[in-house]
């Protein structure tokens, strides 16, 4: 079993930041690649950015290129979502997901689900 277990959402002004964190347990889960999607009210879950198991390549979606951040430890187990110059348009439930699937960095098919945390951006 695995269980992915996010933190740092909260309400923010637009212009500010939030750190979001998700940490991972379970043998079931190695050393795979993470990643943080989104769902806004009323739209379909989207990707936001990933990171590869070794942590040295990472992938974002266009919306938050240059603003977004992400980075693992992964002796922690753990991976982090940066957000700078927040939009009201960020707003969302954010989901962390982590895979042991060897696939590339641009490939959308997660193994495992986080309950998400609700990150709102007030203007």
């Known amino acids: 079993q695995v269980q992915l277990v996010e933190s740092g959402g909260g309400l923010v002004q637009a212009g500010g930041s939030l750190r979001l964190s998700c940490a991972a347990s379970?043998?079931?889960?190695?050393?795979?690649?993470m990643a943080w999607f989104r769902q806004a009210p009323g739209k379909e879950r989207e990707f936001v950015a990933a990171?590869?198991?070794?942590?040295?390549?990472?992938y974002y979606a266009d919306s938050v290129t240059g603003r977004f951040t992400i980075s693992r430890d992964n002796a922690k187990k753990t991976v982090y979502l940066q957000m700078n110059s927040l939009k009201p348009e960020d707003t969302a439930v954010y989901y962390c997901?982590?895979?042991?699937?060897?696939?590339?960095?641009?490939?959308?098919?997660?193994?495992?689900w986080g309950q998400g945390t609700q990150v709102t951006v007030s203007s």
């Open positions: 997901a982590a895979r042991n699937s060897i696939l590339a960095l641009t490939s959308m098919a997660y193994d495992y």
């Open positions: 379970g043998r079931a889960f190695g050393y795979g690649d």
């Open positions: 990171a590869h198991w070794s942590g040295g390549s990472t």
